[in-house]
Structure formats: C-alpha cells, structure tokens
C-alpha cells in the first residue's frame, strides 16, 4: 500500500505544480491583455496598480510551486538518506542552497539547492544498483549466447 500512496502523492504534487504553471501563464496572459484593451500606459496609476495585482498573484502561484518542489526533494533526501544542507539560521538570510521567500515568508531551496539533492540521490542509487546492474548484464549475455546456441 506504500507504494501505491507514494504513487497518488507523486501525481497528486505533478498536478498541483501543472495547475499552477498554467495560473501563472493565465496571469501574465491576463494582465498583457488587460494592458492592452484599457490602453495603460508604464507609470500611470492603473497600470502600476494592474501591475501590482499581477504581481501579487504571480509571487503567491511561484511560491507555490516553490514549496512543492523543495517539498518532493527533501522526500527524497531523506528517503535516500542524503544529507540536505542547512538552511539559514536568520529570516531574509540567503545561501548558496536556500533561498528566502517573502511571500511565504521562510526559505526554499535554490536551484543550487535543489541540483546538489539530485545529484546527491543519483549518486546513492548508482551505489545501491550498480553491482546488480553488472551482474544483470552478464546474465544477458548468457542467456543470448544459450538462445544463440541453440
């Protein structure tokens, strides 16, 4: 049953982060055309405050999609048992792995952040599945010299 709610929780996040991908280009489709039928010109009031709504909804849909993602790595980490790098100790604080977002108001990983997990979980499952992969190719080879054997 595990691997079946790892399953649905897979899709589930895959679905929430698609779902926001197409809020985020309906916003920027939105406030584009919302620019052009009102006429709004940079500078003027109701562009900027046009411009402020957008942007408010734009950084709350992304701080989303960024909490689902450092979510779904730190799943990772610790299911492959690697060692996640220590966010910032103080608010506002950035580092090369963490990054602070103000909408939600705590850290995210980076995109540093976020390629060290990756690279650091493929390197556990290299080291977990490579001596079976040796043996597995060498069972290949057998079997495809019996088959050609006979």
């Known amino acids: 049953m595990a691997v079946f709610k790892r399953l649905a929780t897979w899709r589930d996040q895959r679905n929430a982060i698609a779902q926001l991908n197409y809020r985020i280009d309906d916003l920027s489709n939105d406030f584009r055309s919302e620019v052009a039928e009102r006429n709004l010109k940079r500078g003027s009031d109701e562009y900027e405050q046009a411009y402020v709504t957008f ?23 610790r299911r492959w048992e690697v060692a996640v790098p220590q966010p910032p100790t103080d608010d506002h604080d950035e580092s090369e792995y963490w990054s602070w977002n103000s909408s939600h108001g705590r ?44």
Request: glycine share 2%; no cysteine; proline share 1%.
């Open 55 to 77: 942007r408010n909804e734009y950084d709350l849909s992304t701080s989303e999609v960024e909490a689902i993602e450092t979510l779904k790595m730190l799943s990772s980490a």
């Open 107 to 150: 850290h995210y990983l980076s995109q540093n952040g976020k390629r060290y997990i990756r690279h650091a979980v493929a390197e556990e499952m290299d080291i977990l599945f490579r001596p079976y992969l040796s043996w597995a190719a060498i069972a290949i080879s057998i079997v495809s010299l019996i088959v050609s054997a006979l």
